[in-house]
């Protein structure tokens, strides 16, 4: 398991310091997360304006 940022996705980078494992970066048009290194804590959820990371 792990969070996916959907194309909701307005790139404001509030999520990337918010993640304890690093697994959160600014993809070509909207941020992405590295699965291998999310460990499902939700932390990028509760700060994202748009409700953009969901568990998968
Ligand atoms: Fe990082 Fe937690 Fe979001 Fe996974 S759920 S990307 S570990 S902040
Ligand atoms: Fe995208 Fe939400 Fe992260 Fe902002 S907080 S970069 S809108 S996923």
Not at 6 to 29: F, L, Q, Y
Request: hydrophobic share 40%.
């Amino acid at each position: 398991m792990a969070y996916v940022i959907k194309d909701a996705c307005i790139s404001c980078g509030a999520c990337e310091p918010e993640c304890p494992v690093n697994a959160i970066s600014a993809g070509d048009s909207i941020y992405v997360i590295e699965a291998a290194s999310c460990i499902d804590c939700g932390a990028c959820a509760n700060v994202c304006p748009v409700d953009a990371p969901q568990p998968e």
